[in-house]
């Protein structure tokens, strides 16, 4: 009975407060941050893998207008990070995807980088396995910014 009592009693003092806080930043984070979906379906990357923009030593990034319906009303950028089994082990390649998402991540801080209206495919090679983050990031944002130019 004791325990039952205590259990139903609410925490006073900083706890709930910093709770709120906590939940009120997530929700603020939301209604900002991008969410990365990647394509799920054959015909889709079909689809896109006909219209290839640029391509260079460290990955190539084919690209089509939005042609996915938005269900919910949360910004949302369609990016699918592609790899072939030659470039090596699994860790190889799930190390340059890490690299080139996160690459993805940093510039859709950066506002009008990446266009939101298109679906992109982005093909990772040997290359970028070896090369430097920050090297990376300036090749991508070079790409992404003749690709807005197109």
């Keep these: ?3 039952d009592q205590e259990w139903q009693q609410k925490p006073v003092g900083n706890f709930c407060q910093e709770e709120e806080l906590k939940v009120e930043k997530d929700f603020q984070l939301k209604k900002i941050m991008t969410k990365l979906e ?3 379906k054959n015909l889709h990357f079909q689809m896109i893998l006909k219209n290839r923009v640029i391509s260079n ?3 190539t990034i084919y690209r089509k207008k939005n042609f996915i319906k938005k269900k919910e009303k949360i ?3 369609y990016v699918s ?3 072939k089994k030659k470039v090596g082990t699994a860790v190889k390649r ?3 995807k890490r690299k080139l998402k996160s690459i993805i991540q940093q510039l859709l801080k950066i506002n009008s980088f990446i266009s939101l209206d298109y679906t992109y495919v982005i093909f990772g090679k040997e290359k970028a396995y ?3 983050q920050n090297s990376l990031f300036e090749k991508m944002k070079k790409s992404f910014k003749i690709i807005n130019d197109l």
Excluded: A, G, H, R
Aim: net charge positive; proline share 0%; with cysteine.
């Design 1 to 3: 009975m004791v325990l």
């Design 38 to 40: 990647s394509l799920k």
């Design 57 to 59: 030593d460290y990955f």
């Design 75 to 77: 910004k949302c950028l």
């Design 81 to 83: 990070f592609v790899m």
């Design 94 to 96: 799930n190390k340059i």
């Design 130 to 132: 070896k090369e430097n």
